[in-house]
């Protein structure tokens, strides 16, 4: 039997909020987030601000154990001339655990493509950090029937060749570029169905934790949970709503926990 999968609500809050305004969010969001996990390991709740705002959101993380820190993004070298670039160890010193790695914004405004995705998420395992690998088809993709050719593509580009134990670690996120930001999500049986293809891209992939993300709201996240496919949210827009982004966190709890 596979292990039990992780359940986990990342707020991703892009480039929004300077460090003073990310400290008030971050306390908003830890106390009533802390109280809802409590010491409960099957659901994790994760913000991932902005690089600049990490050290003032850090100890106040720290003194809520059951919310991890996130990165929106790390470089694949430890250091070196790559102006503009944020290293494995550079997270690691300001308590960062998990880190976003090839999301839609990143490959479409900054050139990331298949190959970076990949010394990314190689670099966030090496040195110990969950990286979150966004997938996920464009409209133009849907259109054209591609949705399937491409999310495994993107799926088998970042994970092919990591060894198995290292895969546990990993968790994907399904993001249609098209739901991203648009209010328009996807169908919560559409995103349980490319969750199920992504499973199937290789072996050892069944114990890891599926997120769906795009236009995610706590009117819409429990019917995503409720297939038993999708494991969480990469939420965008509402995790800058505390009391949104706690409410989305409690109702990935097993239902007799709510
Ligand atoms: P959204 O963003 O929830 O605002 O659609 C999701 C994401 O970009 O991860």
């Known amino acids: 039997m ?17 460090p ?7 306390r908003a969001i830890c106390d009533p987030v802390a109280r809802t996990v409590g010491d409960r390991a099957d659901v994790v709740a994760a913000i991932a601000p902005p690089f600049t705002a990490l050290p003032a959101v850090a100890p106040i993380v720290r003194l809520h154990p059951p919310v991890a820190l996130c990165a929106q993004n790390v470089h694949w070298e430890d250091e070196g001339a790559f102006t503009g670039e944020i290293s494995a160890p550079m997270l690691l010193e300001c308590d960062v655990r998990y880190v976003i790695v ?4 990143r490959r479409r405004y900054f050139g990331e493509t298949d190959a970076t995705v990949a ?10 950090l969950t990286p979150i690998v966004a997938v996920g088809e464009t409209l133009d993709e849907r259109e054209r029937g591609e949705t399937e050719t491409r999310v495994l593509a993107q799926v088998r580009a970042a994970l092919d060749g990591i060894a ?38 290789l072996p050892d992939l069944d114990a890891v934790s ?3 993300g795009g236009s995610v709201k706590p009117d819409n996240f429990p019917a995503y949970l409720a297939g038993g496919d999708v494991d969480g949210g990469l939420v965008g827009g509402a995790s800058l709503d505390a009391d949104a982004f706690a409410v ?10 709510r």
């Open 2 to 18: 596979t292990r039990p999968r992780r359940r986990l609500v990342v707020g991703n809050w892009k480039m929004y909020r300077t």
């Open 20 to 26: 003073s305004q990310a400290e008030a969010l971050a």
């Open 102 to 105: 090839g999301h839609s914004e």
């Open 119 to 128: 010394a990314r998420t190689a670099a966030a395992l090496r040195h110990g």
């Open 164 to 201: 198995a134990e290292m895969l546990v670690r990993v968790v994907v996120a399904y993001e249609p570029v098209w739901a991203i930001g648009t209010g328009r999500n996807c169908d919560p049986a559409e995103a349980g169905r490319i969750a199920r293809l992504i499973r199937s891209a």
């Open 210 to 212: 599926i997120l769906y």
């Open 248 to 257: 989305m966190v409690r109702q990935a709890l097993p239902e007799d926990a």
